[in-house]
């Protein structure tokens, strides 16, 4: 992940799990020990994920990079898919996710 800002790639955490998974209209997103749940909508390469994303809020140790996390996923970004790496970019920043 690489928020709006940052000038390099902001690794997870070591030994914490993180993805994404977009099922009809619903998008279920892995935050470490959190998870949440939401609608989602595409059109064209615009992807909206919420208006928000309702989550579980456990105490992991990493609560920092959970929250940056869940933010980059709410809300409007653009898609865009390179080879088996599915992109989105926001002013919020960018998140890669490899299948």
Do not use: K
């Not at 928020?3 to 030994?15: C, E, F, T």
């Not at 105490?59 to 790496?85: H, K, R």
């Amino acid at each position: 992940m690489r928020p709006a800002g940052a000038q390099s790639d902001v690794p997870a955490p070591a030994n914490a799990s993180y993805g994404v998974t977009f099922t009809d209209n619903r998008v279920s997103v892995r935050a470490d020990c959190n998870t949440c749940t939401g609608v989602f909508s595409l059109s064209g390469q615009t992807l909206t994920a919420g208006p928000t994303l309702i989550c579980t809020r456990a105490a992991c140790p990493t609560m920092a990079f959970e929250n940056t996390y869940t933010q980059l996923i709410a809300g409007d970004s653009t898609v865009s898919l390179n080879g088996v790496t599915l992109v989105l970019t926001s002013s919020r920043g960018v998140l890669r996710f490899a299948r």
